[in-house]
């Protein structure tokens, strides 16, 4: 093929799952690629996962052209406020615009009211959006509608595929290797949870969406949204008898709250915690662990040493390096802080080699 999109896109086409090996990906590919300006195109999806799996593989097609993306809110539901950000010299580039569903209608208003000032514009635009938005978008904005380039459909037929995607994308950790992975990560999770409280999705499913969406808001020293979704992962960890995501919401909830209100508030989360974990002898480590560090810093090191002690060997019993080696150096810390050296540089040197065994620099 001469097409650059397609081209690449035959390349891929073997390492694609069905749900994205269709012509409408080939299709919105070769749109962006060369419409000089003023094109915008829809793309419909009824999970975000595939959403998020399109985005990327048009990522890889279209590269080496810039890719902006922005997520619509009802707090900023104008579309030009987020190009307006954009480098003034910019000749050509894409822009995806994601959650146009929550803006409450008004994303669509803008929209189209400045489709004269979009149409000048020398950009690709995608607006990702679920079938309600689309009826939406027709009856409330449609001159803006009638102007589009295409609309593409990227929705999953199968309940089976469906399950099966969402439940994948929902088991993924957290990672965060780039400024770009908290949006997308908070972007996937946030829309996976709307879709699995829409649906009445068991709780504990739920429950770890809540813990994940607490992790990137903590992450992003947004401590109190952090906390209102770690007490909704404790409430429906709780119904779903999951005693393991009780523990983890109890710990996080610690730490969330030691942060806003100190330590004495803190500890009382912890010491809920380690009496919730029962015989979870990963839950019981981290709980030890984390009522040792309020103890050492309270000035009771000994108490502290004890613990830290106790929540080693259950790391090491449930085979736990990274918080084998998190407890080896916190035990040298208490040492260093007792002015016993030897003892400290012990604990630290074998925090090191587990470090470096996993990993984690």
């Given at each position: 093929m001469a097409d650059a999109p397609l081209a690449a896109l035959e390349k891929l086409q073997g390492q694609l799952p069905p749900h994205l090996a269709r012509s409408d990906l080939a299709e919105l590919a070769v749109l962006l690629r060369y419409a000089e300006r003023g094109a915008w195109a829809f793309a419909i999806y009824n999970t975000v996962p595939v959403r998020d799996e399109v985005a990327e593989v048009l990522r890889q097609l279209l590269a080496p052209l810039p890719i902006y993306e922005f997520n619509l809110s009802t707090q900023q539901p104008n579309p030009l406020t987020f190009l307006e950000t954009l480098p003034t010299a910019?000749?050509?580039?894409?822009?995806?615009?994601?959650?146009?569903?929550?803006?409450?209608?008004?994303?669509?208003?803008?929209?189209?009211?400045?489709?004269?000032?979009?149409?000048?514009?020398?950009?690709?635009?995608?607006?990702?959006?679920?079938?309600?938005?689309?009826?939406?978008?027709?009856?409330?904005?449609?001159?803006?509608?009638?102007?589009?380039?295409?609309?593409?459909?990227?929705?999953?037929?199968?309940?089976?595929?469906?399950?099966?995607?969402?439940?994948?994308?929902?088991?993924?950790?957290?990672?965060?290797?780039?400024?770009?992975?908290w949006e997308r990560q908070f972007?996937?999770?946030?829309?996976?949870?709307?879709?699995?409280?829409?649906?009445?999705?068991?709780?504990?499913?739920?429950?770890?969406?809540?813990?994940?969406?607490?992790?990137?808001?903590?992450?992003?020293?947004?401590?109190?949204?952090?906390?209102?979704?770690?007490?909704?992962?404790?409430?429906?960890?709780?119904?779903?008898?999951?005693?393991?995501?009780?523990?983890?919401?109890?710990?996080?909830?610690?730490?969330?709250?030691?942060?806003?209100?100190?330590?004495?508030?803190?500890?009382?989360?912890?010491?809920?915690?380690?009496?919730?974990?029962?015989s979870d002898r990963r839950g019981r480590a981290d709980s030890l662990r984390n009522i040792a560090s309020v103890l050492f810093r309270e000035g009771q090191p000994a108490e502290a040493l004890s613990m830290l002690h106790e929540a080693l060997d259950l790391f090491r019993a449930v085979g736990d390096r990274l918080g084998e080696a998190n407890t080896l150096k916190a035990i040298g810390d208490v040492h260093n802080f007792r002015k016993d050296l030897d003892a400290a540089l012990a604990s630290y040197a074998q925090a090191l080699d587990l470090f470096r065994a996993v990993g984690d620099r």
């Amino acid at each position: 093929m001469a097409d650059a999109p397609l081209a690449a896109l035959e390349k891929l086409q073997g390492q694609l799952p069905p749900h994205l090996a269709r012509s409408d990906l080939a299709e919105l590919a070769v749109l962006l690629r060369y419409a000089e300006r003023g094109a915008w195109a829809f793309a419909i999806y009824n999970t975000v996962p595939v959403r998020d799996e399109v985005a990327e593989v048009l990522r890889q097609l279209l590269a080496p052209l810039p890719i902006y993306e922005f997520n619509l809110s009802t707090q900023q539901p104008n579309p030009l406020t987020f190009l307006e950000t954009l480098p003034t010299a910019q000749e050509r580039a894409i822009v995806f615009f994601f959650d146009l569903e929550q803006t409450g209608g008004a994303g669509w208003g803008y929209l189209e009211m400045q489709r004269e000032n979009l149409a000048a514009r020398p950009l690709g635009l995608v607006f990702w959006i679920n079938r309600p938005a689309w009826a939406e978008g027709v009856r409330t904005a449609p001159n803006f509608w009638s102007q589009r380039s295409g609309v593409f459909d990227f929705t999953i037929n199968s309940p089976a595929v469906l399950s099966e995607v969402r439940g994948a994308w929902a088991g993924q950790p957290v990672q965060l290797d780039s400024p770009a992975d908290w949006e997308r990560q908070f972007r996937l999770f946030s829309g996976l949870l709307r879709e699995y409280e829409d649906e009445q999705a068991p709780p504990a499913a739920q429950a770890e969406l809540h813990g994940k969406i607490a992790y990137l808001l903590n992450f992003a020293d947004r401590q109190a949204e952090a906390a209102a979704h770690l007490q909704q992962q404790l409430e429906l960890a709780r119904q779903a008898h999951d005693r393991r995501q009780q523990v983890e919401a109890m710990n996080n909830l610690g730490w969330t709250t030691q942060l806003q209100q100190g330590r004495a508030a803190a500890l009382d989360w912890y010491r809920q915690a380690l009496a919730a974990a029962g015989s979870d002898r990963r839950g019981r480590a981290d709980s030890l662990r984390n009522i040792a560090s309020v103890l050492f810093r309270e000035g009771q090191p000994a108490e502290a040493l004890s613990m830290l002690h106790e929540a080693l060997d259950l790391f090491r019993a449930v085979g736990d390096r990274l918080g084998e080696a998190n407890t080896l150096k916190a035990i040298g810390d208490v040492h260093n802080f007792r002015k016993d050296l030897d003892a400290a540089l012990a604990s630290y040197a074998q925090a090191l080699d587990l470090f470096r065994a996993v990993g984690d620099r």
